[in-house]
């Protein structure tokens, strides 16, 4: 089976490429989606225990976790060593059950793939990637984001040049989205040659 690591700065437009993998059928795992599900079942009194007053009705609320490590790099780094190893084991065990189904190929939807050094846990990396004033322009019209907020979370990754250079594919999101599910295409055919089928 072949293990892609999907991955981008935030606002790259990679969770649309994700889906787009989807819908291709290919198994997909999304750490975000790990890190809320821990944040609403084991890992929820885990972080209250660490950072005190951001559990409201037995979940974590993440605006007030936000704000208690943003630009906190030691509440950061608390907060990392709680989440890390947990979206790890969710990641290890999605990967078994898609090995046990006789999949060809899986992707790990990981924002932070090289920061955390699981780059070194993937057989191909694809980098989800766009101009700089592409990716503010979608930042900055999400919610509740400011630019404080976006230097923040951008000190936190690695440049999307660094990225770039560490990746096997790049798909640019800069266009209409059919053109990018033209490319994802593209990579599944080029995926499936080198699968030998």
Same mark, same amino acid.
């Given at each position: !089976?072949?293990? &892609?690591?999907?991955?981008?700065?935030?606002?790259?437009?990679?969770?649309?490429?994700? +889906?787009? /993998?989807?819908?291709?059928?290919? *198994?997909?795992?999304?750490?975000?989606?790990?890190? #809320?599900? /821990?944040?609403?079942?084991?890992?929820?009194?885990?972080?209250?225990?660490?950072?005190?007053?951001? !559990?409201?009705?037995?979940?974590?609320?993440?605006?007030?976790?936000?704000?208690?490590?943003?630009?906190?790099?030691?509440?950061?780094?608390?907060?990392?060593?709680?989440?890390?190893?947990? &979206?790890?084991?969710?990641?290890?065990? /999605?990967?078994?059950?898609? +090995?046990?189904?006789?999949?060809? !190929?899986?992707?790990?939807?990981? *924002?932070?793939? /090289?920061?955390?050094?699981?780059?070194?846990?993937?057989?191909?990396?694809?980098? &989800?990637?766009? *101009?700089?004033?592409?990716?503010?322009?979608?930042?900055?019209? #999400? *919610?509740?984001?400011?630019?404080?907020?976006?230097?923040?979370?951008?000190?936190?990754?690695?440049?999307?040049?660094?990225?770039? #250079?560490?990746?096997?594919?790049?798909?640019?999101?800069?266009?209409?989205?059919?053109?990018?599910?033209?490319?994802?295409?593209?990579? !599944?055919?080029?995926?499936?040659?080198?699968?030998?089928?």
């Amino acid at each position: !089976m072949i293990v &892609v690591g999907l991955t981008g700065s935030i606002a790259m437009g990679k969770s649309t490429v994700a +889906a787009m /993998f989807a819908e291709f059928g290919v *198994p997909t795992f999304n750490a975000d989606d790990a890190v #809320r599900e /821990f944040y609403a079942g084991e890992g929820a009194k885990s972080v209250e225990a660490a950072f005190r007053g951001v !559990m409201v009705e037995g979940k974590i609320d993440r605006e007030r976790l936000g704000a208690r490590v943003l630009g906190d790099a030691d509440a950061l780094q608390r907060l990392e060593g709680l989440v890390h190893p947990a &979206v790890a084991k969710a990641r290890v065990q /999605f990967l078994e059950r898609a +090995a046990t189904e006789g999949r060809r !190929m899986a992707i790990v939807d990981v *924002p932070l793939l /090289f920061e955390t050094g699981g780059h070194s846990d993937v057989d191909l990396i694809i980098v &989800v990637s766009a *101009p700089e004033s592409v990716q503010r322009a979608r930042a900055m019209a #999400r *919610p509740g984001m400011t630019e404080a907020k976006l230097e923040a979370v951008l000190s936190r990754q690695a440049s999307d040049a660094e990225k770039r #250079r560490g990746a096997h594919f790049i798909i640019d999101t800069r266009g209409a989205h059919d053109l990018t599910r033209a490319v994802v295409g593209q990579f !599944m055919r080029a995926a499936a040659a080198l699968a030998g089928g």
